[in-house]
């Protein structure tokens, strides 16, 4: 029985819906009014008997409301409408500044604040400030050294699941990202983006020092400690110290005589990858399709795109062929140096307009290119000429050439 004293503060149903579920409430309001429904598990009080009969889902972990298309549970009704956006594909919710759509409007909000600026998250330690609760969350735990996140298969842990997630694909073999242009593939999508700048021959991190520039800001970093000077990576052995660890661990390999890098085709073994690499490439690279071997792999790789696709596109400048035409007009700049001027009608790509006007005459049934002597007309102005030589040269007529021509024939 609920005791008549009580009293609650009186909420909106909003947020009655919002702060139920997770069993705390503030009062909003200076208007009370006698509390008539009380929790007899943990003697919380409602005004209205539904507000609690919600809340003691709490308690007895009651999900009545599942998602049809997943099983997933939800203790409101406004919840689970809420989780169906995700599959209906949704997005109700979007920002007036740059109309990205959200399925969330929680999500909007913290969006929004991408172009206010508003950091309103702040952690009490180092003062770093984040746009959203959840990110301020993860960041705290660098400082207790909390890792809820662990692998199943090699324990090793992580502040966050996404993390977990993209390191349990080690495990898997997953390669889910895989670049549109050589095909190979990546564990992550940020390493995807790094090795798509090897084809664009983009490398957007400078050093400011020295100028010399880098396709991912690790490696920049990396880089700027050889400006310093600090060198706190000593060789127990010899003494000799480096500014990488990485240097020293390949200094090592020296005193140990290790060669952990080993080649597939002959078995030799090398101390450093890139070594390895180098030597790989002047193994014979055979096709497997049709026998024909290369020097290199990426002459094979070039080849086997013959047997995949019937349809390629080959650069009249250095022979290189590609699966995609876009790929084709990308590459011809570097041997331009200008943008190139594809057909429209047919696969064909030129490096100036004007051999672009000519080709497109073939397309075309006009003969604009018509001969003053006899009439005669034809699609370009070079084959107007050669036919001409016949007038100046007055070897033949005209029509005395088709009189020639017609009694040789019959």
């Known amino acids: 029985m609920s005791d008549p004293s009580l009293t609650a503060t009186v909420l909106s149903r909003n947020t009655f819906r919002n702060k139920c579920l997770f069993g705390s409430f503030s009062v909003k309001t200076s208007a009370t009014v006698k509390a008539k429904h009380t929790c007899d598990q943990c003697g919380k009080a409602f005004t209205r008997k539904s507000h609690l009969t919600v809340h003691q889902r ?19 009704k406004a919840n689970l409408t809420v989780h169906q956006r995700i599959h209906s594909g949704s997005k109700p919710f979007s920002c007036d500044q740059c109309g990205k759509a959200f399925t969330f409007k929680s999500a909007l909000t913290i969006h929004q604040r991408i172009h206010s600026g508003s950091k309103p998250f702040s952690c009490d330690q180092c003062r770093k400030v984040f746009t959203c609760k959840s990110t301020l969350t993860i960041h705290q735990r660098i400082h207790s050294g909390s890792k809820p996140f662990s692998c199943d298969q090699c324990r090793k842990a992580f502040t966050c699941k996404s993390s977990l997630t993209r390191h349990q694909r080690i495990h898997s073999g997953s390669k889910p ?22 084809h664009s021959g983009s490398k957007p991190f400078s050093c400011d020092q020295c100028g010399k520039a880098f396709t991912n800001s690790s490696a920049l970093i990396s880089h700027k400690i050889i400006h310093t000077g600090v060198k706190k990576f000593e060789c127990d052995e010899c003494g000799k110290a480096f500014a990488l660890k990485r240097h020293l661990k390949h200094h090592q390999l020296i005193h140990t005589g290790e060669k952990p890098h080993t080649c597939d085709e002959c078995g030799k073994t090398f101390r450093h990858s890139g070594t390895l690499s180098q030597h790989v490439l002047f193994h014979p690279h055979r096709c497997e399709q049709c026998g024909k071997t290369f020097t290199l792999r990426s002459h094979l790789t070039t080849h086997m795109l013959t047997h995949s696709r019937s349809e390629l596109y080959r650069c009249d400048h250095c022979g290189k062929i590609y699966k995609q035409k876009h790929n084709l007009i990308i590459h011809l700049r570097s041997h331009t140096g200008h943008e190139v001027c594809p057909c429209d009608q047919c696969d064909k790509v030129f490096t100036t307009y004007q051999q672009l ?29 050669r036919h001409q030589r016949v007038h100046e040269k007055n070897v033949f007529r005209c029509d005395d050439l088709c009189l020639y021509l017609s009694k040789h024939l019959e």
């Open 177 to 198: 990202f895989s670049c549109g242009q050589c095909r190979k593939a990546f564990i992550w999508k940020s390493t995807l983006t790094i090795h798509q700048r090897i």
């Open 357 to 385: 006007k000519c080709h497109q005459i073939s397309h075309s049934s006009e003969r604009p290119h018509k001969c003053d002597t006899c009439g005669k007309s034809y699609k370009s102005k070079y084959d107007l000429n």
């Open 58 to 76: 709490i308690h007895s972990g009651s999900k009545p409301f599942s998602c049809d298309q997943c099983g997933k549970a939800f203790t409101l």
